[in-house]
């Protein structure tokens, strides 16, 4: 009996220790697994930090986002899009060696396009706001711009300061500068898909009024324009345009380079020349 019992001792200790042994496993398993552990924590770290220039090579096109918006990015009589913007990123895409693509997005959804990578970067005329900011990698600015008010122009003169602007109902593009304004100064207004759709409620006076882009109020407003029957008059605020990319793209600095020499030469310069907007580009 006594054997017996010795015998079923023995047993319970030797599974209890196995018991010990495999819940707790050897040293070299507790290494195993802390690096295992450590390496997967470190996964999405290396994730965010693959480089974005890299990527654009690899797939061999830069997709931009943009919206009509003349004379930034425009299309001309053969549907091909053109515009300061369009022919800089035209030669920031060759410099790169890689293949231009441009698709029109809704402009309130920039950010969500931008990092679900159905675009690479917004290059559209884009204000430097702290939302723009704090969700993109921006580059440096490199054109200065204003909100602007638009009416018609026989009644123009009723409006040239921002205590005028009370009993007017506006047209704005929706997430952009000229939102932000017209909110901010407690206006009524009416959010729609673009800036040109905001002259288009004008003209047909579905709307009294209308915030735009300073050049885009030079080149489509006025004696001449498509929209001779309306004109610009009080400027809400004063700001810079950048280029917006996924929050720690590599391609922001890549840019920069690439307006550093391109103002240095000339390039850039003769292009603002080309669309009338020389006399807003920010030295480099």
Known sequence: MKK?????L????VMSLAACGNSGGSDDQKEDTADNSAASAQEPEDTASESDLEYVKDKGTLVVGITEFEPMDYKDGNGDWIGFDADMAKAFAENLGVEVEFVEIDWDNKIMELDGKTIDCVWNGMTLTDEVTSSMECSNAYCNNAQIVIVPSDAADKYQDTDSLSDLSFAVEAGSAGEEQVSSLGLEYTPVKAQSDALMEVASGTSDAAVIDSLMAAAMVGE???YADLAYTVGLNSEEYGVGFRKGSDLAAALNDFFAASYADGSMMEIAET???DAAIVEQ
Do not use: D, H, P
């Open 224 to 226: 001449g324009t498509g």
């Open 275 to 277: 669309y009338g907007v």
């Open 4 to 8: 017996l019992l010795a015998m079923m």
């Open 10 to 13: 023995t047993l319970i200790m």
